[in-house]
């Protein structure tokens, strides 16, 4: 079970929220212009890293707020929570410090 | 003049026709509720149709400065309650907050309490909306209490972390509900109606150990 801190509510159980995959997965500027591949890719192709991954969250039954979230997928430990539309933030070294596949 | 008594006395048996067959989402554990408990160990009982009107408006706007004037404040942080006399607002997110207040507030009593709010809200951004059907509230109170709620709650509820006058949006026996603590042994805890039945008997379930015969 993890521990999850909200940034409005701090820490709570994690059956308390859910998840909306990966963070960071820009709109396209005109997805009229998009071939099937594209949104294929853009609808289902995710990311997989081993190590450090920004993924969305949202606090279901606390206060019903997204923000962002940088979890290590190997050792689950929480980096950072952050705001939707706030850059990345870096990802302190972690277990895997040369993930394969990782997004660099 | 002998009109406008007319038609008031008309209003008011209309309301009490209405009173009459109102029927509140846990009414059918009345009894239930009333052999589940023990007097100064834990005892349950529903308090229904409280007015809950749900308020949303971003902070620091004018908008929820006037609406602030009508309830007495609005909350700034999760936990935190305010209100006046015996109007509380809850946080329930960062612009988002539940009116809790006596049946007695809602229109269909005679109270002006949404009116007021809506008056206040105007043309600015944000909602008030009678939400009274949509949950209904248990009182839980006596030393066992907390214990009683410990067993489906992961909220740290010991005194020195939650404190009497605050209230979360939290999980209670796996179903989202308020937990209110309005007194050092009494709780508030608000289920959606549908939940009412479950956690009503969840709770007598949880409650039944201690309002039983100690087992030497
Ligand atoms: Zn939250």
Redesign the interface.
């Known amino acids: 079970m993890l521990l999850i801190p909200c940034p409005?509510?701090?820490p709570?159980?994690e059956?308390?929220f859910h998840y909306g995959g990966q963070a960071h997965v820009p709109y396209p500027k005109d997805p009229a212009a998009l071939n099937d591949r594209e949104w294929a890719e853009l609808l289902f192709y995710r990311d997989n890293p081993k190590g450090a991954f920004a993924e969305r969250w949202v606090h279901?039954?606390?206060?019903?707020?997204w923000f962002n979230m940088l979890r290590d997928t190997v050792s689950y430990d929480i980096q950072a929570v952050y705001p939707t539309g706030a850059p990345r933030p870096d990802s302190a070294t972690t277990t895997s410090a040369s993930p394969e596949g990782a997004v660099q | 003049m002998a009109e406008t008594a007319t038609s008031h006395t008309s209003a008011r048996n209309h309301a009490e026709k209405d009173l009459a067959v109102r029927t509140s989402p846990a009414s059918h554990l009345l009894e239930a509720f009333a052999a589940g408990s023990l007097a100064g160990t834990v005892e349950l009982a529903e308090l229904p149709y409280l007015t809950l009107l749900g308020v949303r408006a971003a902070a620091g706007t004018e908008t929820a400065d006037r609406l602030a004037s009508v309830t007495g404040g609005l909350p700034a942080a999760s936990g935190e309650i305010r209100g006046s006399g015996e109007t509380s607002v809850l946080w329930l997110g960062p612009a988002e907050f539940l009116v809790v207040a006596p049946a007695e507030a809602h229109e269909s009593l005679g109270g002006a309490l949404i009116q007021a709010l809506q008056s206040a809200l105007a043309d600015g951004e944000g909602q008030v909306v009678d939400l009274s059907a949509n949950r209904t509230t248990f009182e839980l109170t006596g030393p066992r209490a907390r214990a009683v709620l410990e067993k489906g709650c992961s909220l740290d509820l010991h005194p020195r972390e939650f404190k009497a006058g605050t209230a979360f949006s939290t999980m209670i026996g796996n179903i989202p509900a308020i937990l209110w603590k309005t007194g050092e042994e009494s709780f508030r805890v608000l289920p959606r109606a549908s939940f009412a039945d479950f956690l009503g008997r969840w709770l007598l379930d949880a409650m039944r150990e201690y309002a039983s015969a100690e087992v030497p």
């Not at chain 1, 279901?60 to 707020?65: A, E, K, P, V």
């Open positions: 409005n509510c701090g709570r159980d059956t308390e279901s039954t606390g206060c019903r707020q």
